[in-house]
């Protein structure tokens, strides 16, 4: 059974913090390419960041510098430790998963295991 649970969502002022935990159960993070999207209503999904099974990053050009990605293998737990938010980061963010043996871990992959999502909301 794959499960991916977002967690650590809530609620900001605008330039505050927030860590979202992501507990993967069913395969290991370390053999896999991970990463976060947001979703904001009206709006297609948004890849934030991504972290291959070798350790590579990568970011959306809003989020560099503010947001970091990053995995805990023993955990088994995907991180995104995010600054500086802004209002425009409000949306619900997803947990996802796909095998790193397929190679090809950048924003146009199929991710085919997803977590539930967990809402962030920045005011201003």
């Known amino acids: 059974q794959v499960q991916l649970v977002e967690s650590g969502g809530g609620s900001v002022q605008a330039g505050g913090s927030l860590r979202l935990s992501c507990v993967v159960s069913g395969y290991f993070v370390a053999s896999h390419c991970m990463g976060w999207f947001r979703q904001t209503p009206g709006k297609e999904r948004e890849g934030v960041a991504l972290?291959?099974?070798?350790?590579?990053?990568t970011y959306a050009d809003s989020m560099k510098g503010r947001f970091t990605i990053s995995k805990d293998n023993t955990k088994n737990t995907l991180y995104l430790q995010m600054n500086s938010l802004e209002p425009e980061d409000t949306g619900i963010y997803y947990c996802a998963g796909r095998n790193g043996a397929r190679g090809y871990c950048n924003f146009r992959s199929r991710f085919p295991d997803w977590g539930q999502g967990t809402q962030v909301t920045v005011s201003s």
């Open positions: 972290i291959s099974n070798y350790g590579d990053t």
